[in-house]
C-alpha cells in the first residue's frame, strides 16, 4: 500500500463548478499535513497546511479526517485557472526532524469554459 | 525574484555520461533535499542535507551522489545516467523554526533527458 493515495482522476469541471478531492494516508502516527498544487511542467507550489479543526483560504477549503486517515481539499467557484494537478502532502513522525514530506502522485483537475 | 534557483534548466546527457544539475538558494536555508519526479509520478525524496549532515533515501541508488559545499548551494552528482533517470529533477529548501522545520520551498527543476 502506498503511504499516500490520491485519484489520479482527471476530474474534468465546467467554470464554476465545487470539486472536493479525497486522499488517504497510511502512518496514522502523521502529523503534518499539505496540499501543493503543481501547474504542468512546473515545479510544486504550496497551496495550504491542513490544520486538525479544518481551514479555509478563499475558495479554497481543507479537512482532516485523523480516525479514517483521510485528507480533503474543496474548491469552490472553479477557475480555469484552477487546473492543475493537486499533490497531497505528508510528514510522517519519526522523520528525525527532518521535515521529510511524503507525495501522493497528485489528482489532476482540468476546468473548461 | 527567484530563491530557489536550479541550473540549467533543461539538460541533455548521452547514457553512461556524468552529470551534474545544480541549486542554489538566496533564502538562507539550513535544509536543502533533491527530488527525482517522473511524469504523472509523485516527487520522490533522493536525499537531503540538514546543515552539512547529508541523509540518503534507502532506495536512492548509488548512481546518484549529492555535495553541498555552502548552505548556498547543493548539487546533484549522476556518475553513469541511465536511460531509466530521465526525469524532472526537483531542488527544494526549508528552515529550522521554534517547533520544528517550515514546509519546503522548490525550485523549478531541471529536466534531464538521457540519449
Known amino acids: 500500500r502506498k503511504e499516500v493515495e490520491q485519484d489520479p482522476g482527471p476530474f474534468n469541471v465546467p467554470e464554476g463548478a465545487t470539486v472536493a478531492f479525497n486522499c488517504t494516508y497510511s502512518n496514522s502516527a502523521s502529523q503534518s499535513f499539505f496540499w501543493y498544487r503543481q501547474d504542468c511542467r512546473k515545479e510544486p507550489k504550496l497551496l495550504m497546511s491542513v490544520y486538525s479543526s479544518g481551514n479555509e483560504d478563499g475558495r479554497f477549503t481543507a479537512q482532516l479526517n485523523r480516525a479514517s486517515q483521510y485528507i480533503s481539499l474543496l474548491i469552490r467557484d472553479s477557475k480555469l485557472s484552477d487546473s492543475a494537478t493537486y499533490l497531497c502532502?505528508?510528514?510522517?513522525?519519526?522523520?528525525?526532524?527532518?521535515?521529510?514530506?511524503?507525495f501522493g502522485a497528485g489528482t489532476r483537475l482540468a476546468v473548461h469554459p | 525574484d527567484a530563491m530557489v534557483i536550479q541550473n540549467p534548466r533543461y539538460q541533455v546527457t548521452q547514457f553512461g555520461k556524468p552529470v551534474t544539475l545544480s541549486c542554489s538558494q538566496t533564502l538562507n536555508h539550513n535544509v536543502m533535499y533533491w527530488y527525482q519526479q517522473k511524469s504523472s509520478q509523485a516527487p520522490k525524496l533522493l536525499f537531503h542535507?540538514?546543515?552539512?549532515?547529508?541523509?540518503n533515501e534507502a532506495d536512492t541508488p548509488d548512481n546518484f551522489q549529492s555535495r553541498r559545499p555552502n548552505t548556498s548551494f547543493c548539487f546533484l552528482d549522476i556518475r553513469s545516467p541511465g536511460l531509466g533517470d530521465a526525469a524532472m529533477y526537483l531542488c527544494?529548501?526549508?528552515?529550522?523554526?521554534?517547533?520544528?522545520?517550515?514546509?519546503?520551498?522548490f525550485g523549478p527543476g531541471t529536466r534531464l533527458l538521457v540519449l
Open positions: 542535507y540538514y546543515d552539512k549532515d547529508f541523509n
Open positions: 502532502v505528508v510528514n510522517p513522525t519519526g522523520s528525525g526532524g527532518y521535515n521529510k514530506l511524503i
Open positions: 527544494a529548501t526549508s528552515r529550522e523554526v521554534a517547533g520544528g522545520l517550515e514546509t519546503q520551498y
